[in-house]
């Protein structure tokens, strides 16, 4: 694995390679605080975050190394109008790996073909986010123990949704998952992702307008922003963007043990009132997501520890 773009770019095999060292780490830290000792993490962030990139830094550092890089376009030299491949290409020689962000699908891959040293995909416009992907995926595999014979309910903007996106390709390969895509008309799942993906394997999948439908059908709810960024038009963000708020009262009639996850930020798609109900994965999902990005920068940067 040289870069990592797409979920698509790691096999079942590595995933779970990767969950179980992320899983080791968790239970033992100490052991890992020294192994990327004189590495660097830089982290090109062309687009706004505040979990992505500071999981990456707080990964590296937990793992003795160092962190370099910008946090908006407007602080690098894409202001003075650089391209971005010749932004990475320079960073690439100050770094051993790179996590970058930006706007634009397709960015990462155009400008993972100029360097050497491997980059990470941190989010490219709507289309894929894989290590926010490895992070649902971690915390699928922590709560529910399997990643077969699941009901996934997706909710919000699926249209402009990258996690979405990612996580569908990413669950497909697995045996008995059923989707159910809550969304409005408007922000539905895009054309091209239930052609390539549910109608080409064969899977089963739903489209509905309200979750209180099939809430108790869910194994897992997956929430998502209305992403305001990604609208032409103001005034359709503000007619959508409270399309789903879920609440203790649409709970009721869930399953004991649905995990719900967001990957966060939340705006007002749930009540702060579900935080403290058992079901509420979303901040154990934020934990998990440091420790897999663990995994994952050890992993390519090729760092072994000793097994006892
Ligand atoms: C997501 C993203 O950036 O796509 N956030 C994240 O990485 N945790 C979701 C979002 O911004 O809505």
């Known amino acids: 694995m040289k870069h990592l773009i797409d979920p698509m770019d790691l096999t079942v095999e590595e995933i779970d390679q990767l969950i179980d060292l992320g899983s080791k780490i968790l239970a033992d830290k100490e052991k890992y605080q020294d192994v990327c000792k004189h590495k660097s993490l830089a982290t090109l962030f062309f687009e706004p975050s505040t979990r992505t990139r500071l999981s990456f830094e707080a990964a590296m550092l937990e793992l003795g190394g160092n962190v370099l890089g910008f946090s908006s376009a407007n602080s690098s030299s894409a202001s003075k109008g650089e391209s971005v491949s010749d932004t990475v290409r320079t960073v690439s020689y100050y770094s051993d790996i790179i996590a970058m962000r930006h706007p634009k699908e397709g960015a990462p891959l155009v400008a993972s073909r100029k360097i050497d040293v491997p980059l990470i995909n941190a ?157 509420a994965c979303y901040f154990k999902q934020v934990r998990y997501g440091k420790f897999i990005r663990m995994a994952l920068i050890m992993t390519m940067l090729g760092v072994n520890v000793d097994e006892d």
Do not use: W
Not at 153 to 173: E, N, P, Q, Y
């Open 123 to 279: 989010g490219d416009g709507g289309h894929y986010h894989p290590t926010q992907t490895l992070t649902d995926l971690m915390t699928i595999y922590q709560e529910k123990g399997r990643f077969h014979d699941l009901t996934i309910g997706m909710c919000g903007d699926l249209k402009f949704g990258r996690t979405v996106h990612s996580l569908i390709k990413a669950m497909s390969r697995y045996e008995n998952v059923r989707f159910v895509m809550i969304s409005p008309e408007e922000l539905r799942l895009p054309e091209y992702i239930v052609k390539d993906v549910f109608e080409k394997k064969n899977i089963s999948y739903q489209e509905v307008r309200t979750m209180e439908e099939v809430m108790p059908d869910l194994d897992i709810l997956y929430m998502t922003r209305v992403q305001r960024e990604r609208f032409f038009n103001e005034q359709d963000y503000i007619r959508l963007k409270d399309s789903f708020i879920l609440d203790l009262d649409k709970l009721k009639t869930a399953k004991k043990d649905l995990c719900i996850m967001h990957p966060l930020p939340r705006v007002n798609e749930i009540s702060t009132k579900v935080d403290d109900d058992p079901r």
